[in-house]
């Protein structure tokens, strides 16, 4: 597609409950970030995939999250056990590291809330 | 390592007014540098970077931004602001160089209200 896209837009769970979310990069694109955003406030980082270099998850809060990416392509944000404090919305982007155009472009975002 | 400073949490400017978004960073290689802007309820929008070339760059909705090596800042200014420019806006680099870790850092955002 044209941008990356993210599903489902909405997700409401109950707590104890696993949520998986879904990113549809940018075809091409090599890097892809996760991100957790509160109302109101900055972007959390979570994990970033660039290539075929091993995942940065230093930002990923508990074991409870997890992420894969296959590739180049589709990535996918786990989060097991949900709990309340992890209602936000996630977001995700991607960019085309070592050229120019390296500007990172973000999907619209998950909303996750835990009732 | 690598951050990014914004050091106002929000910035209050009246319509027709100029304004700044300041930013300041610390790469160890040479900076990629990046503006981007969250209206309420929206996703993240890119405005413009510095890669190389001109220290002055324009990008969207008649914003520019200075890069300025010497005081390793990227200021994010418009002559006239608009009351439609109130949104979040958030600074981000990451480093160019070849071989270093090309994770974007993100500053914390600054609020911009534009009051008419």
Known sequence: GAGVSQSPSNKVTEKGKDVELRCDPISGHTALYWYRQRLGQGLEFLIYFQGNSAPDKSGLPSDRFSAERTGESVSTLTIQRTQQEDSAVYLCASSLEGTRNTEAFFGQGTRLTVV | ?116
């Open chain 2, 1 to 116: 390592a690598q951050s990014v400073a914004q050091p106002e949490d929000q910035v209050n400017v009246a319509e027709g007014n100029p304004l700044t978004v300041k930013c300041t960073y610390s790469v160890s290689g040479n900076p990629y540098l990046f503006w981007y802007v969250q209206y309420p309820n929206r996703g993240l929008q890119f405005l413009l970077k510095y890669i190389t070339g001109d220290n002055l760059v324009k990008g969207s909705y008649g914003f520019e931004a200075e890069f300025n090596k010497s005081q390793t800042s990227f200021h994010l200014k418009k002559p006239s602001a608009l009351v439609s420019d109130s949104a979040l806006y958030f600074c981000a680099v990451r480093d160019g160089s070849a071989g270093n870790n090309r994770k974007l850092i993100w500053g914390l955002g600054t609020s911009l209200a534009v009051n008419p």
